[in-house]
C-alpha cells in the first residue's frame, strides 16, 4: 500500500465502510463526518449515474461505491494535488471499473461530460462565503472551507445542467444558509423534496441540514425526523454509528 504515497505528509487511512481506505495529506484538509453524512443520505440503484462536484479526497464516491449499487460514479476537483490524491485513493480500493476522478472545474463540468447526462449529483460545497471568518493560508483549506473557486450558485448551476430531467441533487449545507440554498435551487428548477436537519446534541440547534432537490418536480417538501450526532456524553448516537456500519442500499 505504501506504493500509493507520493509525499512524506500522506497517509493511508481506513474508511467506515468494508474495509475501504482513502489517501490523505496530513497539511492539508481532510474529509470531515459531514461527507459520511451526506453519503449516508444518498439513494441510489444499479441504473444511476452519479457525480460528485469539488470531490476533494474523493471520499464521497467512494462511499458512494460501498453503498449503493450505481455503476457509474464520477467525482470532479479543480486543485491538482488534491485529484491526484483522489485518483489514487480510487485505484488503492480497486475501484477503477465504477468510480472515475477527473481533473477539472465544476463550472465547466457540463462541457466536459455532456449536458443532462446524470442521474445524482451530489456536492459537499464550501460553506462560507468570502465575508466570514478566516481564509486559511493553505489553499487547500482555504478552496474546501470557502467560495474562492465555486459558490453556492455555480453548484446550483452546475447540478441543473447536468442533471437529467426528474434526476436528484443532494446536498449537505450550513443552516443558517438555508434559505439562500432554497433560493437557488428554486430558481433553477431544482424543486427541495427531502430536507434534514442535523443537530449537535439533542436540545442544541441543528448548524447543517441535508437536502435532496429534484429537477423539474412539482412542489412538496418532506422533513425527515431531525439527525444528532452525539449524546450526552460525547459520544456518537446509535443512528452515527450504524452509519458506520451500515449495510448496502438495497434495491
Do not use: W
Not at 467525482?75 to 475501484?95: K, P, T
Amino acid at each position: 500500500m505504501e506504493s500509493f504515497l507520493r509525499d512524506p505528509g500522506e497517509k493511508i487511512y481506513d474508511l467506515p465502510c468494508k474495509g475501504l481506505k482513502i489517501i490523505q495529506h496530513t497539511g492539508s484538509y481532510r474529509f470531515g463526518l459531514d461527507a459520511v453524512l451526506l453519503a449516508n443520505f444518498v439513494k441510489a440503484d444499479e441504473s444511476d449515474s452519479i457525480i460528485d462536484l469539488g470531490t476533494g479526497s474523493g471520499v464521497i464516491p467512494i462511499l458512494l461505491s460501498a453503498r449503493t449499487r450505481a455503476r457509474k460514479i464520477v467525482g470532479i476537483e479543480i486543485v491538482g494535488n488534491v485529484y491526484d490524491r483522489a485518483a489514487r485513493s480510487v485505484e488503492l480500493n480497486g475501484l477503477q471499473e465504477r468510480v472515475k476522478i477527473v481533473h477539472g472545474d465544476m463550472k465547466d463540468a457540463a462541457q466536459i461530460f455532456g449536458r443532462e447526462s446524470f442521474s445524482i449529483v451530489v456536492s459537499n460545497p464550501p460553506y462560507m462565503t468570502l465575508k466570514e471568518g478566516r481564509v486559511s493560508p493553505n489553499p487547500e483549506i482555504a478552496l474546501a472551507r470557502h467560495e474562492i473557486k465555486a459558490t453556492l450558485k455555480d453548484v446550483a448551476t452546475a447540478a441543473v445542467e447536468l442533471l437529467k430531467f426528474g434526476g436528484c441533487f443532494y446536498m449537505i449545507y450550513r443552516t443558517v444558509r438555508l434559505a439562500e440554498a432554497i433560493h437557488e435551487l428554486r430558481s433553477r428548477n431544482l424543486e427541495p423534496k427531502i430536507l434534514k436537519f442535523v443537530h449537535p446534541r439533542a436540545g442544541e440547534s441543528p448548524n447543517l441540514f441535508l437536502i435532496m432537490a429534484k429537477k423539474g418536480a412539482a412542489s412538496g417538501l418532506n422533513v425527515l425526523p431531525p439527525m444528532v450526532l452525539y449524546d450526552s456524553h460525547g459520544t456518537y448516537t446509535d443512528e452515527i454509528k450504524a452509519m458506520f456500519f451500515g449495510k448496502e442500499q438495497e434495491g
